[in-house]
């Protein structure tokens, strides 16, 4: 079950983090995966068990994205899987947020979503699957966190929109929404006492999440036995949002 070799995987943000955490799981399922990352994803494209090869790209320059894409398209002839997951994250109250910090968050994390899909797409001809990281931010609102919110938040509505229109192309389209997972954009966050008070009160497994339990998840999404679901959202939070 869960067979994905042979498959081509793009997956954006995949230099660390949830992104080659995902990576890494569809690797281990067979996909051959085109790493894409502002930053060096050449490491992780490297130590990959299949076809891997890692593209620098910035997701808000949509001719770099065109020729990244092609690129993939040369190289590996086609592409059967799109994971957005590239973000950034800044936690400031509504009043000391930045309008360049506001516009680069959601920009970032969801006109970047946006740019890829749209050139990624048209390369997608027998069908495929989409996979789009939002969060549990997208559909619980945080304090201090107004940008980031808006833009998960938008994530969700653009996944449902895609389910929608790419449902006659034979794509699929879902988004997964993680709580709190122990990653470099939160080891900050984590060093906290006020979160790790927070989680061991409020999420009822009382730990934050592993990389490696996200990318599992990402395998039955980009696997042929997915064929019903599309336009889902899937939270993965230790069950934090159960009684927020």
Known sequence: MFNLKNKVAVVTGSGGGLGEAMARS????GAKIAIL???DGGKVAK????KSKYYQVNVLDEKNIQGVLDEVEKDFGRIDVLINNAG???PTPIIETDASNWDKIINVNLKGYFLVTKHAVPKMKNGGKIINTA???GTHAFAGSAAYN???GGVIMLTKTMAQEFAPRGILANAICPGVFETPMTTDLLKSEEMNQMIKGSVPLGREGKPN???PL???LASDENTYMTGSIITIDGGWTCHL
């Open 26 to 29: 569809l690797s281990e399922a």
């Open 37 to 39: 990352d502002l930053k």
């Open 47 to 50: 130590s990959l068990k299949t």
């Open 88 to 90: 950034v994250f800044f």
């Open 135 to 137: 969060s549990v931010a």
């Open 150 to 152: 808006a833009s998960k």
């Open 213 to 215: 339990e996200l990318g």
């Open 218 to 220: 990402a395998v039955y």
